[in-house]
């Protein structure tokens, strides 16, 4: 079974940095994709960045330049890191596994505030 667990958030003022991690255990599959989703109050979940097994990433426009998802194989840790951050970076932070076709688990999430 999957298991999946977030760690990092907290409260920064904008323009400082603050840096997640995703603890992934139980996954067999040699092929998935770990991504860091985020949700503000009042919307929808949208996705903030993912990294494949085979080290692709992508992001989301709006935090391009600014984000970076990077991979310990050894640890099997997925990390966040997150510069410059703004005010409209607030939101909760949600790690995911997904495992083709279909098997997606998520973490329970972390607050991240951006606030003065």
């Known amino acids: 079974q999957v298991q999946v667990a977030e760690s990092g958030g907290g409260l920064v003022q904008p323009g400082g940095s603050l840096r997640l991690s995703c603890a992934a255990s139980g996954i067999i599959s040699g092929l998935y994709i770990i991504g860091w989703y985020r949700q503000a109050p009042g919307k929808e979940r949208e996705v903030v960045a993912t990294?494949?097994?085979?080290?692709?990433?992508t992001y989301a426009d709006s935090v391009q330049g600014r984000f970076t998802i990077s991979r310990d194989y050894v640890q099997n840790l997925v990390s966040l890191q997150m510069n410059n951050l703004e005010p409209e970076d607030t939101a909760v932070y949600y790690c995911?596994?997904?495992?083709?076709?279909?098997?997606?688990?998520w973490g329970q999430g972390t607050q991240v505030t951006v606030s003065s």
């Open positions: 995911n596994v997904f495992i083709p076709p279909g098997t997606t688990t």
């Open positions: 990294i494949a097994t085979s080290g692709y990433t």
